[in-house]
């Protein structure tokens, strides 16, 4: 207990101070000191013993060394029995953290892909039970295999025992969420609060006929949002988040976390109370289990996402999603042109080497096209026509493109719609193989394998989507089944097929190509220091539109990576004239200077010792 006595006091004069400036309530706050010291009493030795070595190191996840892989457990491998068999798997793919897709309890067709949670101490019985994920974690740590899920905090599923308590019209449990007997307040809500899903759940609040009263339903109608402002609410999912702690999590992604605080009058996303929330989170984390770290989901613009890594002196989240960098990734694919790309992570780099940003190309999501608009304004693109380009670009209408996928939520009203696909179908490969095209599938391959090696050049986690390390395509079979069908999400989160194994290791196969690069390129990243995550990292003029560079410096190591986004060859106008340097991936030794780049061709040069 010394070591809690010891974290204990480090926090709590903090700790009580933003409780009680939210909830002004002794009772409550006594309460939850005293269950985080039954969570705390309760944690299993090892992940105590864990906590402790990554205490002393708290610089643990921010080397270059770790590589995520996110998952549907039902997708991968059936259940969680079945993805504790495929351990084995992550390493073939260098990976030592996956991100095991929502798996807790929630009522099929209601489910949001799991994001609408009836019960958080209990896992969706297709999948398993709890002592079957613990089994995972003891097995994935024995591995050094880190594990990532999500905490969906903003709401719970209308099954839920509070909604359902709530609906029966226990005053208590309404309490927990929003209820309105008149549709006065909702009114004013909507007002000034945006949609999430303007076509498949419009509208901020459902009505609830048997319960004759309106419940804020911010995503969809049976997801309903925790009103935080209830001190019990906070406490109760403290606890949850607790629990599952201590099956042996390591890192909690919190779920739409600029949602959860809400003020009439107000957007009601990123509210000041939401980071006092966050911060709150933190330091119980840090009193109660050191070792795990928080992912905060904040799909926002740059200046709305980095708020949440909180200060020096006060964090909030250890890591956040690199949101913006992947939306404007796939703005360059479509208009081939760099030049916004290198502002955006011109910016990051300019960020505190101590934020660490989650790398990805996709993910179970679609992509918004949140870009930075004021910019493009200043080229003369107008946001409403450039989204109709990139949309009309990925589906293959437009602008030479071989991708493929669909949009999801398109709003009639405003032109908008965000877009689904896997990378590689969006990178062509779909069609190349549909067409049986070979200079199209060439094209295809090269062009994903390229935008791995940018992702991967970046300072940061990256995380693969389950599937991209086999160029796994669109699944369309999700319009067969009718609770699927309504969400075009689904056609990214296909089954991951097994037979493709042995195609990995054939180079003739297009999964080979595609996983022995990212094979070549992981290992790498893993092993060479001039990818630590403390490396100064800048981007290259390169006076061709097409074609990116990044530079990376770490004591006197240093690489130079030339990304060509086009379909043409081209010269990277770089002159780093300091030497030689060795391409890491071809061994080919050559000049940092007027860099003759093939069509969706890349070079990780490394300056020769
Ligand atoms: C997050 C998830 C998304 C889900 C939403 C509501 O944004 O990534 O899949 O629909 O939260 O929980």
């Known amino acids: ?21 939210l909830y002004d309530d002794e009772e409550s706050f006594k309460q939850l000191c005293s269950r985080m010291e039954t969570f705390y009493r309760e944690r299993d030795s090892l992940l105590k013993k864990s906590d402790a070595s990554r205490e002393a190191d708290p610089s643990w996840y921010k080397r270059n060394d770790l590589l995520g892989m996110m998952l549907y457990i039902e997708q991968f491998a059936g259940n969680i029995n079945g993805v504790r068999s495929r351990l084995d798997y992550f390493s073939k793919c260098n990976v030592n953290y996956i991100h095991l897709m929502p798996f807790l309890d929630t009522t099929p067709g209601k489910s949001d892909g799991g994001y609408a949670v009836k019960d958080f101490r209990k896992v969706q019985e297709k999948l398993g039970t709890m002592e079957d994920l613990r089994k995972l974690t ?33 005053k208590e449990y309404m309490d927990r969420y929003f209820f309105f007997d008149s549709w006065d307040i909702p009114a004013r809500y909507e007002a000034t609060v945006p949609q999430v899903f303007p076509t498949t759940a419009p509208g901020n609040f459902t009505w609830l006929e048997d319960a004759k009263h309106h419940v804020m339903t911010s995503f969809y109608p049976y997801q309903w949002d925790l009103n935080y402002k209830n001190p019990v609410v906070f406490n109760e999912m403290m606890f949850n988040f ?16 600029p949602y ?62 690199n949101v913006t960098t992947m939306a404007t990734t796939w703005h360059t694919v479509a208009t081939r042109d760099v030049r916004l790309l290198k502002r955006q992570l011109d910016i990051v780099n300019a960020l505190p080497k101590d934020y660490v940003f989650l790398n990805y190309l996709r993910c179970h999501d679609d992509i918004g096209w ?17 989204k109709r380009y990139l949309n009309d670009y990925f589906r293959g209408y437009t602008g030479f493109s071989n991708s493929r996928g669909e949009l999801y939520n398109e709003d009639l009203a405003s032109g908008d719609a965000r877009f689904c696909g896997t990378t590689a179908s969006m990178c062509g490969i779909e069609r190349a193989a549909c067409e049986g095209n070979s200079q199209m599938m060439e094209k295809a391959v090269r062009m994903d394998q390229m935008l791995h090696a940018y992702m991967l050049v970046q300072s940061g986690i990256p995380v693969i989507y389950s599937g991209d390390e086999a160029a796994q395509l669109n699944d369309y079979t999700y319009k067969e089944d009718p609770q699927k069908a309504p969400d075009s999400r689904y056609l990214h989160r296909g089954a991951f097929d097994w037979s493709v194994l042995e195609k990995l290791d054939d180079p003739e196969s297009v999964q080979g190509q595609v996983f022995s ?25 390169t006076w061709e539109k097409e074609v990116l560079s990044i530079g990376r410096y770490y004591h006197g190591e240093k690489l130079v990576g030339v990304f060509n986004f086009s379909e043409h060859d081209k010269t990277a106008w770089i002159n780093e004239d300091d030497g030689m340097y060795t391409d890491l991936i071809t061994g080919r030794e050559m000049k940092a200077c007027g860099v003759d780049i093939p069509a969706y061709g890349f070079f990780w040069l490394r300056k020769n010792a």
């Open 1 to 21: 207990m010394k070591t809690y006595k010891k974290r204990f006091s480090k926090h709590i004069d903090e700790l009580k101070w933003l409780y009680m400036e």
């Open 138 to 170: 003891t097995e994935c740590h024995e591995k050094k295999i880190s594990v990532c899920m999500d905490f969906v905090m903003n709401h719970t599923s209308e099954d839920h025992e509070w909604a359902r308590r709530a609906r029966a019209g226990e």
């Open 242 to 257: 607790l629990f599952l702690a201590n099956q042996g999590i390591d890192v909690m992604r919190i779920d739409a976390v």
């Open 260 to 321: 959860i605080w809400k003020e009439l009058g107000t957007q009601c996303r990123n509210l000041r109370q939401v980071h006092t929330i966050v911060r709150m989170m933190r330091m119980i984390g840090e009193i109660v289990c050191p070792g795990i770290l928080l992912l905060g989901e904040v799909v926002m613009e740059p200046s709305k996402v980095v708020p949440y890594f909180g200060t020096v002196e006060k964090p909030e989240c250890h890591m956040l999603y």
């Open 370 to 386: 949140g870009l930075d608009y004021p910019s493009l304004r200043e080229e003369g693109i107008d946001e409403v026509c450039h």
């Open 517 to 541: 690069m990212l094979d070549k390129l992981e290992k790498i990243r893993k092993s060479d220091p001039v990818f630590n995550n403390d490396a100064d990292v800048w981007t290259i003029e």
